[in-house]
Every structure is written in C-alpha cells, then in structure tokens.
C-alpha cells in the first residue's frame, strides 16, 4: 500500500533533502510538493538533480491538495508551522513538523527563546518528539493514533540537538555524569537555510570557522529538555567551510563512580543501549566519527573517548545536518508511525570519497 504525501516548504534545503528521500522511497507517494515563490515551477527546474526522477511542480502552501495527503512533512521557518498545524490535524493529514514549533514541551520556554507566543499549546500535550533512538514511546503513542484513524502530530528533534543528545544521552541515562554538559558543535553552511546572508555568503564562510549565537542559540532549551539537564548544558555552535555534515563534541564531568570505569566497559553500554537501532553507528575505542562517512545518510555516527586525568568523558556525535538531522529523520518517524520498516527509503552507506 503507498500513502499520499505532501511537502510544505519542499524549496528549502531541507525540503529538497526530504523530496529527494521521497521520490526513491517504496511506500509514499509524493504527489504535492509546495514554494509560494516557485509555485508553477517544475521541481527540475529549481533542482536539476532531479531530471527524469520527477515531472512534479510546485504549488502554492495553501493548495487544497495538501489536505488530501496521509500525511505532509512541513519543512518550514519557526512560527510558520504554527499557522499550518492545527488545519492539517483537523483535515485528518497525519504531520511531521521540522520546524521547532512543537519540539519544546513548554509553552512559555518556547515564547521565550523564540519570541513570539505559542498559538496552539493544547497540541504539546499529544504531539511526539521526533528523535526514535531515545524517544521509542513517542513514536509508538504516534502509530497507534494513526492506526486508530486520527492524526498524528510528530515534532522532529532540530540538527544539532540530535547529534548531540544521540551522543551523551546513554551516559547521561546511566547517572555518569554531573554538573555542567558542555556542548562544542560545528555545522555546514545548509544547516542556515537556503536564505543567503552575509555570514553564510561564499565569500565570508569559505577558509573561516566562525562561533555564533555563543550562550543563547534557540536549540539549547531542547538539548536541555532531552537530556533531562535543565539549565545545566552551555552549547556552543560553530560555523564550517562546507555544505553538509553535523560534528557536536559533548564534554561529561565523570561521578566518582564512572570514572572508575573503562571505556572499554562504557563502550559496551553504548552498543547495549543502541542495539537494533539501524541508524547509529557506536565506534571502537580509538575512532572518532568524521562529517564526510555521514554525508547523505541517515546514520549518526557515535565516539567515545575518556580523559583519565580530568574524569571527563568525551562523547561525540557526526550527522548529516540535512539527512539525519532534518528530513532523513523525519521520514524514518514516518515509517514507524506508518507501520513501515524504519530504514524503508533511507541511505545508510554513505560517499567514501
């Protein structure tokens, strides 16, 4: 059986990312495809990688034919989801929201971090965080609402917090650590949407690397709400010479307890608690995940490192910002909420060279 789905937003980064899984993927059908500015533009027009995959043209947002859909991936601006949810959950389209609209639990958290007030805070009540490695449950209360013929709202995990919550939640969970979880992350020039301005301007971000928004970037708040660490995590992003690829470094402070372990032992832990998660990839003691062995996949690549002399444990994470980190993980929500294989249409092998 194939499901009708639609994408709002589909001229984006992400959204070019997500029609690119869709048009390859076994079980949806990608059948509306929305860019108020492209509109009546063929997709292979505005991407031409796209030639001979899919004659498909974009439409306006507010095409009827969205409603229609089993379900609509919305990979649109924060604030802008928010005027897009409530009709679509109404109209029965099951969604999968990339924006952050819907990621933080609490209402009066969003409006603070993101400036302007939540119009739909009931929906935070029954929506699913979209990151299925450390939110199984979510994901299942959201299969069993579409299989009992209603919506259901999925609120996918932003870029650098899954990187990063993939990285150290584990250790976390385990009670390894204490006090502050200090944060050190470097994205590709897409991970800033396809907007150009002058930090993200060729001329700008090529031979630099460049720290931004130091001690208030918008994804802190939903790092903290994953790792249960609420005004514990310091998150610190970093601007790179290249398009794709996600690298977060988590820096632990050990209890007394786990830092008499080995990494060996933690280690074990890690392939414990990933076990049957197809898409992390928990590394052997002395390799550390590289950007470039993630690139157009869907998988997270997971190192460990410990440092004896601090008893500190280093837990770093690479992705795909636009793959994993975006519209790779919100298909494989889909999957699951659909009842599908949770790697049905998405890479895993990424580019060796």
Not at 291 to 299: D, E, I, K, Y
């Amino acid at each position: 059986m194939s499901y009708k789905v639609g994408v709002i937003g589909a001229a984006g980064y992400a959204g070019a990312e997500l029609v690119r899984l869709l048009v390859q993927h076994p079980d949806f059908e990608l059948s509306v495809i929305t860019s108020n500015a492209d509109a009546g533009t063929p997709l292979a027009e505005v991407y031409p990688a796209f030639k001979g995959y899919s004659d498909i043209a974009f439409t306006t947002h507010d095409d009827p034919a969205v409603k229609s859909c089993d379900l609509v991936f919305l990979a649109v601006p924060h604030t802008a989801a928010l005027a897009q949810v409530p009709g679509l959950l109404d109209a029965g389209v099951t969604v999968c929201d990339l924006s952050a609209d819907y990621r933080l639990a609490d209402p009066d958290v969003y409006e603070r971090w993101y400036g302007t007030k939540h119009t739909s805070p009931e929906l935070l009540v029954t929506r699913s965080f979209g990151l299925p490695e450390l939110f199984p449950d979510d994901i299942a209360r959201a299969c069993d609402l579409r299989a009992a013929g209603k919506p259901a709202l999925v609120a996918c995990a932003g870029c650098y917090p899954t990187a990063t919550s993939i990285a150290s939640a584990p250790a976390i969970r385990a009670g390894w650590s204490q006090g502050i979880v200090v944060v050190d992350a470097k994205s590709g020039v897409t991970g800033a949407g396809k907007g150009c301005n002058a930090k993200t301007h060729f001329c700008n971000a090529d031979e630099d690397v460049q720290a931004y928004k130091v001690g208030c970037h918008r994804h802190t708040p939903e790092i903290e709400q994953i790792l249960g660490k609420l005004g514990e995590v310091v998150f610190t992003p970093h601007l790179i010479p290249m398009k794709r690829g996600l690298l977060s470094t988590v820096y632990l402070q050990l209890t007394d307890e786990a830092a008499d372990m080995s990494i060996e032992d933690m280690l074990g832990c890690y392939l414990d608690f990933y076990d049957g998660r197809p898409f992390v990839q928990v590394l052997p003691v002395g390799e550390q995940p590289r950007t470039a062995s993630v690139v157009g996949t869907n998988v997270c690549q997971v190192g460990l490192a410990k440092n004896e002399r601090t008893h500190t444990l280093i837990c770093t994470g690479a992705i795909d910002n636009l793959c994993k980190g975006a519209a790779g993980q919100a298909v494989q929500c889909a999957n699951l909420v659909f009842g599908l294989a949770e790697d049905a249409g998405l890479p895993r092998v990424g580019m060796p060279v």
